[in-house]
């Protein structure tokens, strides 16, 4: 989506560093009252394999989700990200977060590592290492892999893509009320690797989905932020649906994209394409006191579907060691309805953010 889980990146750029103080200083700078980022007027072609590295720009991430079975036939869902925020005062700062669901129990965990700077961990066109963690990019488009290793979780993957690659918005440039920003997909990847919970080794194979978005642009937090939804449909078909707030709260915009299974790609409008979203129930965090939306249905009129989209487990959140304002929900959701009057299913995930209120700020209450 066209703010998709930024405010994660502009709180990492006055928070990080605090979380990796043993690293890089968190001194206090003063912050220009109404600045804003200036919008690319021409966006330039998204060309690969370049695009896939690393940019200049204030915000980056590289974003991995997907549905993972063992060999025993033992479902998860699994979430891995790495976050690149850079406020030109200094070197850029990363943050890598793993989520992974525990499809028959309902356990969810995750963790996070962060690192002050670049640091190359191979020799490929992109190797990034986040502490003992490791995400790189190969030479082919559409390739990549990670390790995010624990004590007591641990995700090791190897990513191929097996569709085309999805441009958003037609030509993967996007603009908002704060700037502009780059964005493709990968909509469907081959996964192989294995899964550690709690010392308890799984062979894991499965199917991923994989985003890249890039540019200069902030997001407010609360009550703006997004619902998002990553699909892969039972008969091939892909599609990315997105619901954006703006600052008001207000629904600022709908929007989505779809891939066949022959590998056509279609941008979705709101308006016209029949995009009709709307939220079922709601679940609220115990540990966060945010309440998410939970159970959408989901038409869209020219595509011929009628969905439903139900969490496999309500408590998905992802807080990772950030502040409130940067926690989000980030869930495995099956996928139920009809398309052309026929059944349809199909797995997805789901993500929801600005809906947790930020922490008090000392200084404001005094």
Known sequence: MSTKRFILGIIMLSVIAATVACVKSADPREI???????????????????EELSHDSRLEWW????????????????????????????EPNLVAQLGI?????????????????????????????????VYSVEERSGNHQFSAVTNDLSLSL???????????NKIGWLTTETG??????????????????????????????????????????????WQWFAMHLDDGGSMMIT??????????????????????????????????L???GEWTSAETGGTYPSGWSLIVESLGL??????????QEIQGGLPAAATYWEGKARISGLQNGLSIGGDAYVELSGYVDPEPIDWMQR
């Open 32 to 50: 220009p009252v109404g600045a804003l980022p200036d919008a690319t007027a021409t966006p330039a072609s998204i060309t690969f394999p370049r």
């Open 63 to 90: 974003y991995h989700s997907g549905h993972l079975r063992s060999e025993t036939g033992k479902e998860f869902g699994f979430h891995f990200v790495v976050f690149k925020a850079d406020d030109g005062l200094g």
């Open 101 to 133: 669901l525990d499809a028959e129990t309902g356990e969810h965990y995750h963790v996070s590592r962060a690192e002050a700077g670049i640091r190359s961990a191979g020799d490929g066109p992109l190797d990034l290492g986040i502490a003992n963690w």
């Open 158 to 168: 190897q990513l191929e893509a097996t569709t085309p690659v999805m441009l958003h």
């Open 180 to 225: 502009a920003t780059y964005y493709y997909t990968w909509p469907r990847q081959s996964a192989v690797g294995e899964l550690i919970i709690n010392g308890e080794k799984f062979s894991v194979t499965g199917s991923g989905w994989f985003d890249h978005q890039w540019g200069d642009f902030f997001v407010l937090g609360k009550p703006a932020g």
């Open 243 to 276: 619901q954006s707030r703006g600052i008001d709260g207000k629904i600022a915009e709908t929007y989505g994209t779809y891939m066949s299974a022959e590998g056509d790609v279609r941008h979705l409008e709101h308006g016209a394409d029949g995009i009709d």
């Open 278 to 280: 709307a939220a079922l």
């Open 306 to 315: 009628d969905l439903r989209i139900d969490p496999v487990a309500n408590d």
